[in-house]
């Protein structure tokens, strides 16, 4: 049944009408972690939509708490079909820092050991994370994916974390780069560089 | 007809009633560029929403293709047809080549002191033509009709670029005022030489 008001359909076949005004951000799937080793979001698999639906996805981080002293939080992704999360990328990172004790601030390029140059590992997106006996620090910040169902051009993303970093420190890290692909992108794993995490991560569409 | 539920108005003439939570960011038009010089949201024109509905609004640019080795720039109107407001801004950049023979952060030459012309939102390296290149990123206007004080905005941009014949991963961070009291009502993007070969730009209003 669909209803039509005033000449203008509402709603038809289950789903609100394409041309009625409404939000623009769509939450798509919320994955929680609990001491868990990886997160993934894979398009089709458990409700998760990341294809051509939408021209930008969007990632947020709450309260992501690494379980093992100096873990810098890292993501991944596969191209239709692949299995591996070892596509290569070219990234930027740059960071700011400020200690608890107001002794020490820094803002700058980030070690090449984080970054990468066509490399295939896991990106860092964050400082390195508190230990288990810092219970109340965390990580918090978002991912946004452009166009990963593109097979014409690179894909690109943006992130921005804030960590309560090991050894009394807020650090700001801020990741942006390409996917050097032509290939559909339709997976995204999220993982610590060592131990696992707790915390939660949401996907979003933006029409 | 209208639909009512519990005393409360979901729906009459046509579209969910207002009080009704439909999101807090709403997609007011899509450009889509076709070896375009300009693509132009103006207030009033073609659907444009650009007014005081919104406190602040956002642009997203999806794959922005260049035909030439320039960058991406913008300008702002208040009478809808001459973009040349005068500006103030800061900007600056990181990168990292393909090669990784060089990485870096640095401030922006890029900047604007009480100028007129349009200001560049990506900065590093000069953008790269290859067919799988673009620029992707997002522009936060705020409050653009207020009469009161200046208009701020600000941009994160990503993009490959080129130096010689090494790509690389660059990111732009740019942000300033429109140094007027006057409401602005539209704003334009082109490239600093050469035309959009194609690409998205989409504004969104957020309440």
Redesign the interface.
């Given at each position: 049944m669909g209803?039509?008001?005033?000449?203008?359909t509402?709603f038809d076949a289950g789903a609100l009408d394409s041309g009625?005004?409404?939000?623009?951000?769509?939450f798509i799937k919320k994955l929680s972690a609990s001491t868990s080793n990886t997160l993934t979001f894979h398009n089709g698999a458990s409700s998760v939509v990341l294809d051509n639906t939408y021209?930008?996805y969007l990632f947020t981080f709450n309260n992501i708490h690494m379980n093992t002293d100096s873990a810098r939080f890292q993501f991944q992704a596969n191209v239709v079909g692949g299995a591996d999360f070892n596509e290569t990328m070219?990234?930027?990172?740059?960071h700011s820092q400020h200690n608890q004790a107001g002794s020490f601030t820094r803002?700058?390029?980030g070690s090449?050991s984080y970054?990468?140059?066509?490399g295939t590992a896991f990106q860092n997106l964050s400082s390195a994370g508190p230990a288990d006996g810092n219970a109340e620090r965390s990580q918090v910040g978002t991912i946004?994916l452009?166009?990963p169902s593109?097979t014409?051009?690179?894909k690109?993303?943006?992130s921005e974390f804030n960590d309560a970093e090991s050894d009394d420190y807020c650090t700001t890290v801020?990741v942006?780069?390409?996917f050097?692909t032509?290939a559909a992108i339709d997976e995204v794993r999220f993982q610590g560089s060592t131990g696992n995490f707790n915390g939660d991560i949401c996907l979003y569409g933006?029409? | 007809?209208?639909?009512i539920s519990n005393g409360t108005t979901l729906?009459?003439?046509?579209?969910?009633d207002s009080g009704v939570p439909?999101?807090?960011?709403?997609?007011i038009k899509t450009l889509t560029a076709s070896s375009s010089g300009t693509l132009s949201f103006v207030n009033g024109a073609s659907n444009v929403v650009l007014d005081g509905t919104y406190k602040q609004y956002v642009f997203?640019f999806?794959?922005i293709?260049t035909a030439s080795s320039a960058n991406l720039e913008f300008n702002a109107t208040t009478n809808g047809s001459d973009f040349n407001i005068t500006k103030t801004s800061n900007a600056f950049y990181?990168?990292?080549?393909?090669?990784?023979s060089g990485?870096?952060?640095g401030y922006s030459g890029v900047d604007e002191a009480q100028a007129t012309g349009f200001q560049q939102i990506t900065t590093g390296d000069n953008v790269a033509i290859d067919?799988?290149?673009?620029i992707?990123?997002?522009l936060d206007i705020f409050n653009p009709s207020d009469t009161t004080f200046v208009k701020h905005f600000r941009s994160?941009t990503?993009?490959?670029g080129i130096d010689g014949s090494v790509?690389?991963?660059?990111?732009g961070y740019v942000a300033g005022y429109f140094n007027t009291t006057s409401a602005l009502t539209g704003f334009q993007f082109k490239i600093r030489s050469g035309n959009i070969d194609s690409g998205?730009i989409?504004l969104?209003g957020i309440k």
């Amino acid at each position: 049944m669909g209803l039509i008001s005033d000449g203008t359909t509402i709603f038809d076949a289950g789903a609100l009408d394409s041309g009625l005004a409404k939000g623009a951000l769509t939450f798509i799937k919320k994955l929680s972690a609990s001491t868990s080793n990886t997160l993934t979001f894979h398009n089709g698999a458990s409700s998760v939509v990341l294809d051509n639906t939408y021209k930008e996805y969007l990632f947020t981080f709450n309260n992501i708490h690494m379980n093992t002293d100096s873990a810098r939080f890292q993501f991944q992704a596969n191209v239709v079909g692949g299995a591996d999360f070892n596509e290569t990328m070219t990234t930027t990172l740059w960071h700011s820092q400020h200690n608890q004790a107001g002794s020490f601030t820094r803002l700058a390029y980030g070690s090449t050991s984080y970054d990468q140059a066509e490399g295939t590992a896991f990106q860092n997106l964050s400082s390195a994370g508190p230990a288990d006996g810092n219970a109340e620090r965390s990580q918090v910040g978002t991912i946004r994916l452009f166009n990963p169902s593109s097979t014409t051009f690179a894909k690109h993303f943006i992130s921005e974390f804030n960590d309560a970093e090991s050894d009394d420190y807020c650090t700001t890290v801020r990741v942006a780069g390409y996917f050097n692909t032509t290939a559909a992108i339709d997976e995204v794993r999220f993982q610590g560089s060592t131990g696992n995490f707790n915390g939660d991560i949401c996907l979003y569409g933006i029409a | 007809m209208g639909v009512i539920s519990n005393g409360t108005t979901l729906l009459d003439a046509g579209a969910i009633d207002s009080g009704v939570p439909t999101g807090s960011m709403t997609l007011i038009k899509t450009l889509t560029a076709s070896s375009s010089g300009t693509l132009s949201f103006v207030n009033g024109a073609s659907n444009v929403v650009l007014d005081g509905t919104y406190k602040q609004y956002v642009f997203k640019f999806i794959d922005i293709h260049t035909a030439s080795s320039a960058n991406l720039e913008f300008n702002a109107t208040t009478n809808g047809s001459d973009f040349n407001i005068t500006k103030t801004s800061n900007a600056f950049y990181a990168g990292h080549r393909e090669d990784a023979s060089g990485a870096a952060i640095g401030y922006s030459g890029v900047d604007e002191a009480q100028a007129t012309g349009f200001q560049q939102i990506t900065t590093g390296d000069n953008v790269a033509i290859d067919n799988d290149s673009s620029i992707v990123g997002t522009l936060d206007i705020f409050n653009p009709s207020d009469t009161t004080f200046v208009k701020h905005f600000r941009s994160t941009t990503t993009f490959m670029g080129i130096d010689g014949s090494v790509r690389s991963s660059n990111s732009g961070y740019v942000a300033g005022y429109f140094n007027t009291t006057s409401a602005l009502t539209g704003f334009q993007f082109k490239i600093r030489s050469g035309n959009i070969d194609s690409g998205i730009i989409k504004l969104y209003g957020i309440k």
